[in-house]
C-alpha cells in the first residue's frame, strides 16, 4: 500500500471552498484510489470555525457532543464526549493549527464525503475511488494519537470474516476488519500532526478493499457502530455517570 502526504498552502478560516483547495492540490487520481481528507479543513471550509476569544472551550463542547463525562471526574480536568458513536476527548474540537479559533468537527461528514467521492469521480471520469475524512484520537491505555475516520464513501468499511475458516480451518467467530479506521490510520501517520501541512493524503494499492459505486447505504452505515450497551468495552462504558449533551443540528 503506498500514501502519498499532499502538502498545501496553510488553510485558514480565509480558505471557504474546499474544491478549489482539491482542484489546486489533486491534480490527477488514479482508479481504485482513496483520497484522505482532514477533518479539519472540511469543517473550516464549512466556517465550523468559533475564535479563540469569543466563546468558553467547555460550553462548545457541551453543544457539540451526544454524550458528556464531566471534568471533574478526570484526573486532568477534561471532558472525554461520546459523538456520532465515537469516543473522543472534547468532542473533537480543537485549537491546534487554528489559528486562534476552536474548530469543531464538520456539520455532516458522511454527506461531504459522499459528494467529495461523486466530485471525484466526475472530474477524472473515474469508476472506482473512495474518500475518507480523518482526525486524530487517543487510544485508552496507550500513549499518543493515532487516526480515526469520520465518514467514509467509495468502498465497504468492513471485511467480515465471521464464519471463515483461518489457515487452520479453524471457523472464525468475531473478527471484522475495519477498513475504513486502518486507512484513517495510515494517512494520519502519513500526513502527520505538527507543522507538516499535508491535510490531504493520496492511498493506491490497497489490499483487501471492496470498491462500490454507490454511496453507503443507511444499512451498511449502521453496521460499523456499536451502541455502547452492546460494545465488548460495555462494563466500562455504562460505569461512569454520562451527562447527555446539548447537541443541536445547524
Partial sequence: MQVTPVKTEKITVQNRDLFAILDK???SLKEKSVVAISSKIVAISEGRVVRLDEA????LVAREAD????PEHSKYNYTLTIKENILIPAAGIDESNGDGYYILWPRNAQKTANELR??????FSLHEVGI???????TPLRLGTTGVALAHSGFRALNDYRSQPDIFGRNMKVTVSNIMEALAAAAVLTMGEGSEQTPLAIIEDIPHIQFRQADPSQDELAEIHIEPEDDLYAPLLAGVP????KKTKD
Avoid: C, E, N
Fill in 242 to 245: 454520562w451527562v447527555r449533551g
Fill in 56 to 59: 468558553i472551550k467547555a460550553d
Fill in 132 to 138: 475518507v475524512i480523518t482526525d486524530s484520537k487517543t
Fill in 25 to 27: 492540490y489533486v491534480p
Fill in 67 to 70: 454524550y458528556i463525562l464531566p
Fill in 118 to 123: 461523486a466530485y471525484f469521480r466526475q472530474r
